[in-house]
Each structure stands twice: as C-alpha cells, then as structure tokens.
C-alpha cells in the first residue's frame, strides 16, 4: 500500500513538473491579438481554457464558426526562435518515443487504400515537419521507389535525414503524397498553410493530415502546449482544410483526427 502511494506520488509530481516545463512563462514570450484564422471575427471570442493566472496565453473559441485558437498569440518572432532553441528539447531521450514508430506504421496503413492511386514510376513523398522521419521511412516500405523530402524548421535531425536519403524539399517541386502529422495545429494561419500544401501537390496528389482530436478532451498537456495555436474539431478540421483548396476524402475520429484530401 505504501509503495503504490509512493509510486502515485512520484507519477503526479513527474506529471507536474512536466506540464510546468511547457507551460512556463517562457522567456521573451511576445504576444499579439490576432483575428479569427477561420472567419476572420475581431471579436465575440469566448475563453475555453486559461493555462495560468499570470500567462498572457488563452485558448478562445470564435462564436462566429467556433474555431479554437491561441488569442492572443506568440507572435512569429517569438516562435522562430522558440522552435529554433527550445521545442522537442530532450524529446529523444524519452523511451516513450518507441510509440513514433507505431504512429509511423498507423499513417502508413491508413494511407494504404490510396497508395494503389498513385501511377508514378518514381512517387515523390514530403513531409512538412517531418521531425525524425519515421512517416518517410515507414511509407517508402509500401512505395520503394519513393523519393523522401522533408521540409523540417528545425534541423536537428540533419545526420538521420542524409542517412536515409532524405532530402530537403525545394519550393519548384510537386509530390504526390504529402504528409502533415501533427502539424497543422501549430500554424499561425492554418488556411495558408493548407493552401501552400495544395500549390505542392502533382495532379491526382494525395494529402494527409493528421491532428489533436479536441473533443476528445485532451487533457492539459495538449489544450495549453504553448505551440499549439488551433484546437480542431472534426467540423472545424474540415472548414480550415477546405478553405485552403483541400477536399476531403475520407476522415476518422478516434483519439486524433485523421482525414485524407486531394485538391478539389
Ligand atoms: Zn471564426
């Protein structure tokens, strides 16, 4: 009995001091109140969730197309160097990173029905923030004449990418499947970045986008991580895709919100 108290303990106290460390008043944190991404409303904005007393930050929720988004918001400034210095810091040493390659072996199933889609000779894959680049590796399995590219802010991951014959995208070129796994949630506009996802796309090009399923009550960790601007639903999942140019082809809700496109 004590040592499951003990152990209980020492869990809860992990979990705090984890939740803190992103949370945290981070230094030169600057913010700006921003417009509705989704319906461009200035105002009529109710606060969902506020991460601490003394943070600027609060997730509001649009009243005019209930889009969930960080207002006020980092500013991009602050971001480009966020991502830059302290994002996925110690991420690797976590063991818990083993479920990446899970994750990885889920998109690729998922996006097994639509592989067969696909009549290049030589498909070309980008993943916009393809951290590690388990989602390339797990997809040039089912496609191995593929030509993986990534387009990665942050560059840690430089020694795996060249390893793996992983290249850096270039803006002139197309790709018939691109991949976004937990990346749109984290865009200032998420419309615009949908948009530059169609503009990359080769004719017949197939998207996939996987984010936080909100409703799904994340709990803390996601509703306040200081990097995600948009908290999706399925309905406003739908509304920021298809106004960047993307039309749904299949979606599923589980404990994340996956949904397949192609331009419309
Ligand atoms: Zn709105």
Not at 163 to 179: K, N, S, T
Not at 211 to 216: A, G, I, L, Q
């Amino acid at each position: 009995m004590i040592s499951y108290l003990r152990r209980a303990n020492v869990a809860r106290v992990q979990f705090l001091l984890r939740l803190h460390n992103q949370l945290r008043h981070p230094r030169g944190l600057e913010v700006q109140e921003v417009p509705c991404p989704l319906c461009g409303a200035e105002s009529g904005f109710r606060v969902r969730y506020r991460p601490f007393l003394r943070s600027p930050l609060k997730v509001v929720v649009c009243g005019g197309c209930s889009l969930s988004f960080l207002n006020p918001m980092p500013t991009a400034a602050f971001y480009q160097r966020y991502y830059n210095r302290s994002y996925m810091e110690g991420r690797e040493d976590n063991p818990r990173t083993l479920s990446y390659k899970q994750q990885s072996e889920a998109i690729a199933s998922f996006l097994a029905p639509y592989i067969p889609l696909c009549r290049a000779d030589v498909p070309v894959i980008l993943e916009i923030g393809a951290a590690h680049g388990t989602n390339l590796i797990a997809l040039r399995e089912r496609l191995p004449t593929a030509q993986l590219y990534e387009d990665e802010i942050n560059r840690r991951w430089e020694a795996t990418y060249a390893q793996h014959g992983i290249r850096h995208w270039e803006p002139h070129l197309r790709a018939d499947f691109v991949v976004l796994a937990h990346v749109l949630e984290h865009f200032a506009n998420p419309i615009a970045a949908a948009r530059r996802v169609t503009e990359s796309l080769r004719p017949g090009g197939i998207v996939y986008i996987e984010v936080p399923h909100v409703p799904r009550d994340y709990g803390p960790t996601v509703m306040y991580h200081l990097t995600h601007t948009m908290y999706f639903s399925k309905e406003t999942f739908l509304a920021v895709t298809a106004a960047g140019g993307l039309e749904n082809v299949a979606i599923a809700e589980g404990e994340v919100l996956r949904g397949v496109f192609r331009a419309a």
